[in-house]
């Protein structure tokens, strides 16, 4: 069946830098790819999205990447903080009711 | 608030009692979700309503679990006979078209 795999599961970064989570995708037919961002206790909340017409999109200190012949997407967050702290979903979805999300990373932004 | 709300937040009960919950959506949207979500794992589909009708049900979703959306608006989901294996957070989604699907704070089920 479809599936979304996503590393790392775990990201330990210093405030400041970069960090990075990478997505793979089953389904070539998948041409909506959100993010969502989960603190503890909360539902999922959208970050940035990207369609399968557009190879890059950013938002401030947020970037995702899409590569349609890899099957790849990235999300990239710059300058960290440590309210970014949290558990991060990548999701493909067909366009119909179907969104399959990755397993999650957890970031840890340490001051 | 005119984000997607759920009730309860949490609920504790015991293995064999039935639970039910809450979703209202953001209420231009004609499209509702269930999913369901145990630690450490992304969030799984388990039904999807468009308007009042229930248009496609999870593997998942075992005759113990039903799901309604009488007047297209709000949504319950009943599980029956609760098992330890349900305890999880259970997350509504609502969508308009084919855009973003919104979520609520979920509510966290044990059953001991």
């Known amino acids: 069946g479809e599936n979304v795999e996503q590393h790392p599961s775990t990201l330990s970064v210093q405030e400041g830098d970069s960090a990075v989570i990478k997505c793979t995708y089953s389904?070539?037919?998948?041409?909506?790819f959100p993010w969502y961002k989960q603190e503890l206790g909360k539902g999922p909340q959208l970050i940035i999205d990207?369609?399968?017409?557009?190879g890059e999109k950013k938002d401030q200190r947020i970037a995702v990447t899409l590569n349609k012949t890899a099957k790849h997407f990235s999300l990239h967050i710059t300058e960290t903080q440590p309210e970014d702290s949290a558990v991060y979903f990548c999701?493909?979805?067909?366009?119909?009711?179907?969104?399959?999300f990755g397993a999650g990373t957890r970031l840890f932004v340490k001051a | 608030d005119t984000g997607v709300s759920q009730n309860p937040r949490h609920k504790i009960t015991k293995r064999g009692q039935n639970v039910t919950f809450r979703c209202d959506p953001i209420s231009e949207h004609n499209r509702l979700y269930w999913y369901r979500q145990t630690l450490g794992q992304g969030p799984e589909f388990l039904t999807y309503f468009q308007n009042e009708a229930q248009l496609e049900k999870s593997r998942l979703l075992s005759d113990r679990f039903s799901a309604e959306r009488p007047k297209g608006s709000f949504s319950t989901l009943e599980i029956q006979r609760t098992e330890q294996g349900d305890s999880a957070m259970y997350l509504c989604?609502?969508?308009?078209?084919?855009?973003?699907?919104?979520f609520g704070p979920g509510t966290r089920l044990l059953v001991l």
């Open positions: 989604a609502s969508q308009t078209g084919q855009e973003t699907q919104y």
């Open positions: 999701a493909a979805s067909t366009g119909g009711f179907k969104t399959i």
């Open positions: 990207i369609r399968s017409n557009v």
């Open positions: 389904d070539s037919a998948s041409n909506y």
